[in-house]
């Protein structure tokens, strides 16, 4: 099982950038892939973001191409989301998931572990 904790959540102004970061502990040897989604109240988590723990492309959702970044530090066990010309609608609580599996679709329901979540607020 792996432990994951969000942080960099905040408040902003629509065009800004903020870098969320993730940090992960315990079984992450066994850790296939990581990502990032978000959810609303009364919404399903959507897929932002995911990548290969050891290695391999980036996937994106197609509202966020071209502006986020996932990234990842093996060596620290974080996980990175560097988000950029944010939008009103990127207006959500974004987590962190861990899977030992192969995402082939990249559905929440692959994911094994979450973090509790950091909510990021675009706003004027």
């Known amino acids: 099982q792996v432990q994951l904790v969000e942080s960099g959540g905040r408040l902003v102004q629509p065009g800004d950038s903020l870098r969320l970061s993730c940090a992960a502990s315990g079984r992450t040897d066994r850790t296939y892939a990581m990502a990032w989604f978000r959810q609303n109240p009364g919404e399903e988590r959507a897929f932002v973001a995911g990548v290969a723990w050891f290695g391999g492309s980036p996937f994106y959702g197609n509202s966020v191409k071209g502006r986020f970044t996932i990234s990842r530090d093996n060596a620290k066990n974080m996980l990175y989301l560097q988000m950029n010309n944010l939008k009103v609608e990127d207006t959500a609580k974004y987590h962190c998931?861990?899977?030992?599996?192969?995402?082939?679709?990249?559905?929440?329901?692959?994911?094994?572990?979450w973090g509790p979540g950091t909510m990021v607020t675009v706003s004027s």
């Open positions: 998931a861990a899977t030992t599996r192969v995402p082939t679709t990249w559905a929440s329901t692959l994911f094994d572990d």
